[in-house]
């Protein structure tokens, strides 16, 4: 549950600052999701036609169905004669459902980073429209220098909304994909599907709390750096003067060791969920296949077909259900730096901040929000 309100919450306080013509783009990248995911089912289900077809072509030849093909079109009888010709036009199913759902793939992938992008600039040009609004007394404050942190945390805002978008394309992926299998073999894929669900959930509440506490020594590390560096722009008369160069160093140098190993774990957590689904799909396969034999007792020809789908299935599921979960730890990176700014910025966008002298008017408050709390409003 926590996970999904990490998923829609992030992505929905996003599309609150967004203006109409990236919701339309957005609207209009989940459709390609929906319809790469049903290229994706559709190869899946060719590739395990082209196999039966291989190893029994005159099975498909004589079946009803190509009967009542041939009954509405006979003019396609000559075309089915020879058992050779289907193996043929069975081979050529998949290589097109491949090609169309690649060259979708990648115009989705092209879409997405570009949407984040476009997010990100939005948000750092409307950020700026009121930096240089502000009164002049306000950009001799500390608070100015906190202006051009979250400025540099929309590119956090942008892979946020980019992960969302991924961790989308990939679970519509690999629901539909199940859902496939579901109706092949309902209970196989319970089976599957409840394994693969429980290894997820136990991993990603595994490392979430350790996440999140990387993620906000990160962003109170880079903030830290931030305000070191505007205070020494702005008072470098001072330090020359006063000979505080080594006071300035230290203060930098604690900044940015304060960020390297919160850095390096942050790196280091997206690829977790890989190596650890992956070993565990596979190995699925193994014991789906004592299920088969211990529990359903199943001959050999259906063993031989639900492995055969279920290997198939893994081959194209795994990749999308790590890229969906890598995904997701990767939001949970980026929510302090990314959730600060679009927040700020979209209650100014409804008018929620007038422009005012006082530091203490609300004119600020998106500048003078703490990070970490504000990026994390409940217990997710």
């Known amino acids: ?46 590739l395990s036609f082209f ?29 089915f004669a020879d058992a050779r010709y289907i193996m043929l036009y069975a081979a050529f199913l998949p290589i097109g459902l491949i090609i169309m759902k690649n060259l979708m793939s990648s115009l989705v992938t092209w879409r997405t980073g570009l949407l984040g992008s476009e997010a990100a600039n939005y948000v750092g040009s409307e950020i ?4 240089v609004h502000m009164p002049y007394d306000w950009h001799l404050s500390s608070l100015s220098a906190d202006a051009f942190t979250k400025l540099s945390w929309r590119h956090s ?11 989308y394309s990939n679970f519509i992926v690999a629901g539909l994909l199940f859902l496939g299998l579901f109706f092949y073999s309902p209970g196989m894929t319970l089976f599957v599907l409840c394994v693969m669900a429980l290894v997820a959930i136990s991993l990603y509440c595994g490392i979430r709390e350790r996440i999140d506490r990387a993620s906000c020594s990160l962003a109170q590390a880079q903030g830290e750096e931030s305000r070191a560096s505007m205070a020494a722009v702005r ?40 190596w650890v689904l992956e ?23 259906a063993i031989i077909a639900s492995i055969a789908m279920l290997t198939l299935t893994a081959w194209r599921v795994l990749p999308s ?18 959730i600060s700014a679009p927040e700020r910025t979209g209650d100014a966008l409804r ?26 409003p409940g217990p997710f």
């Open 157 to 167: 805002l942008g892979q946020l909304l980019l992960n969302n978008l991924v961790a």
């Open 51 to 79: 196999a039966a077809v291989l190893h029994s072509p005159e099975r498909i030849q004589d079946s009803r169905h190509m009967a009542a093909l041939f009954a509405h079109v006979p003019g396609l009888a000559p075309l």
């Open 235 to 274: 008072g470098i008369r001072e330090i020359l003067i006063y000979q505080q160069q080594p006071v300035f160093l230290r203060a930098i140098a604690q900044g940015m060791a304060k960020g390297v190993l919160p850095q390096a774990f942050l790196s280091f957590a997206p690829p977790i969920p890989t």
């Open 321 to 338: 259900l790590n890229r969906a979960v890598g995904a997701v730890v990767n939001i949970r990176a980026n929510k302090p730096m990314g």
């Open 351 to 376: 008018g929620a901040f007038a422009l005012r002298s006082q530091h203490g008017s609300r004119a600020l408050a998106w500048l003078q929000a703490g990070t970490c709390a504000a990026a994390r």
């Open 1 to 46: 549950m926590n996970t999904l309100r990490l998923l829609f919450s992030s992505f929905f306080r996003t599309w609150a600052i967004l203006p109409h013509a990236l919701r339309k783009n957005v609207t209009v990248l989940f459709i390609l999701m929906l319809l790469m995911g049903l290229l994706e089912l559709g190869s899946i289900v060719s």
């Open 279 to 301: 070993s565990v799909g596979f190995s699925l396969i193994g014991l789906t296949l004592a299920w088969l034999v211990f529990v359903q007792d199943a001959d050999r020809t």
């Open 128 to 131: 700026m429209r009121r930096f």
